[in-house]
C-alpha cells in the first residue's frame, strides 16, 4: 500500500501544476490588457507636438469630420478618425458648438470631444466697448479683431442695414458669437433704451427712423449737450425752410473716413447722403448715436439760428443770417 506521504505529494504537486498553468494563462491576459491599455492611451493622447495655448476656430456649421480635422491641423489631437468615432458614438455629430476654443494643456480626445459637444471654450468672455458715433464700418474692424471668427467684411455686410440702432455700450459677448448674434443683443439693446422715449418720439409728430438720422448727425458735429441740442434745432429749422443742411459729418460716411474737413470736390460727390446737393435728412444714420444724442435730436433749442461753425478750439458759433456766418468765418476760421 502506497503510504500516506506519497499521496500528499502527488496532491501537492498537481495543485503546483495547476497554480503554474493558472498563472501562465493570467500573464497573457495582463499582458493583452497592458497592450490594450497602451493602445487606449495611445489613440486619445494628444499629439507629442501639442502647442500649450492654442485657440482654434471650429465654424459655423462644422460637421464631425471637418472639426475633427480642423484640430489635427492645430495638433490638437493625434487622430481624428478617433475623436469622429467618439462624436458618432456619443451620437454628437450634429451638435458641435461653433467657435473659438483654447487649449491651455494637453488633453486627451474624450475631453476635447466633451469640450465640442457642450461649447466648452475655455475662454473668458469676449468684453467690447463701442463708443457713442461708432459707424458699423468701425464695429466691424472691432468685431473681426476679438473673434477670429467673425471677418469684418462679413459683419459690415450683414449689419450695414442696422446702422443707426446698434446701441453703442460695453457688451460681454460669449466666445461662441456670430455675427448674427452680435448684431442681434445690440438691437435689442437700443429697442429697450429708446423704449422709454417713445411717448416723447410719438409727442414730438416725428418719426423714430428721423429722429435716430438726426441723432446720428449731431452726434458728429457737437460734443455737448447744450451745442448738440442747438445743432438739433438748426438743423431743423433748415429742414422747414427746404434748405440743404450742409453737415460736413456726412462725408466721413460717404468715403468710409473719419474726416470733416471736406474738399470742393468732396462737396460735388454724388451720394444720396451729400447734404450739399440734397434737401432733407440723408436717407438713413450716419453712425450709432448714443442715448444723449438721441435725447438731444428729440428735444432741440428753438432758435433763430440757420448756421453754426466750430473754430479750432472748438467752440461753437451761431448765426442768423448767411452774412453773420460769413462774419464768423472770416473772424474765427482765419
Not at 36 to 59: E, K, M, W
Not at 186 to 215: C, H, P, W, Y
Request: charged share 15%; glycine share 6%.
Amino acid at each position: 500500500m502506497d503510504s500516506p506521504g506519497r499521496y500528499f505529494r502527488t496532491a501537492v504537486s498537481a495543485c503546483t501544476a495547476h497554480l503554474r498553468r493558472f498563472a501562465r494563462q493570467w500573464a497573457v491576459v495582463l499582458v493583452l490588457l497592458a497592450f490594450a491599455v497602451g493602445g487606449y492611451r495611445l489613440l486619445l493622447s494628444p499629439p507629442a507636438d501639442f502647442t500649450p495655448g492654442s485657440t482654434v476656430v471650429i465654424p459655423d456649421g462644422a460637421s464631425a469630420p471637418l472639426a475633427a480635422q480642423t484640430l489635427a491641423d492645430a495638433h490638437i489631437i493625434a487622430h481624428p478618425a478617433v475623436l469622429r468615432a467618439l462624436l458618432r458614438i456619443a451620437d454628437a455629430s450634429g451638435r458641435i458648438q461653433a467657435g473659438a476654443y483654447r487649449f491651455a494643456a494637453p488633453e486627451n480626445a474624450l475631453t476635447v470631444a466633451y469640450r465640442l459637444v457642450v461649447g466648452a471654450y475655455g475662454l473668458p468672455a469676449v468684453r467690447i466697448t463701442f463708443t457713442e458715433g461708432t459707424t458699423v464700418r468701425e464695429m466691424a474692424a472691432q468685431v473681426a479683431a476679438a473673434f477670429p471668427g467673425i471677418s469684418a467684411d462679413g459683419f459690415f455686410t450683414a449689419a450695414q442695414s442696422d446702422e443707426g440702432y446698434l446701441f453703442p455700450d460695453t457688451y460681454f459677448f460669449p466666445p461662441s458669437a456670430n455675427a448674427a448674434s452680435i448684431i442681434a443683443a445690440m438691437r435689442a439693446n437700443f429697442d429697450a433704451k429708446i423704449a422709454s422715449s417713445s411717448g416723447e418720439i410719438q409727442a414730438s409728430g416725428r418719426s423714430l427712423s428721423d429722429i435716430v438720422t438726426m441723432a446720428s448727425l449731431v452726434e458728429k458735429e457737437a460734443r455737448t449737450t447744450v451745442n448738440r441740442r442747438i445743432v438739433a434745432g438748426i438743423l431743423y429749422n433748415r429742414l422747414k425752410l427746404n434748405m440743404p443742411l450742409q453737415v460736413d459729418a456726412v462725408f466721413g460716411y460717404i468715403y468710409g473716413r473719419d474726416t470733416y474737413s471736406p474738399s470742393y470736390v468732396d462737396l460735388k460727390v454724388n451720394s444720396p447722403y451729400n447734404t450739399y446737393t440734397h434737401t432733407g435728412l440723408p436717407p438713413g444714420p450716419i453712425d450709432n448715436p448714443g442715448m444723449d444724442s438721441l435725447e438731444d435730436a428729440l428735444n432741440p433749442t428753438k432758435t433763430n439760428y440757420l448756421y453754426y461753425l466750430t473754430d479750432k478750439n472748438g467752440v461753437m458759433h451761431y448765426a442768423t443770417t448767411y452774412a453773420e456766418h460769413q462774419a464768423n468765418q472770416r473772424k474765427y476760421l482765419q
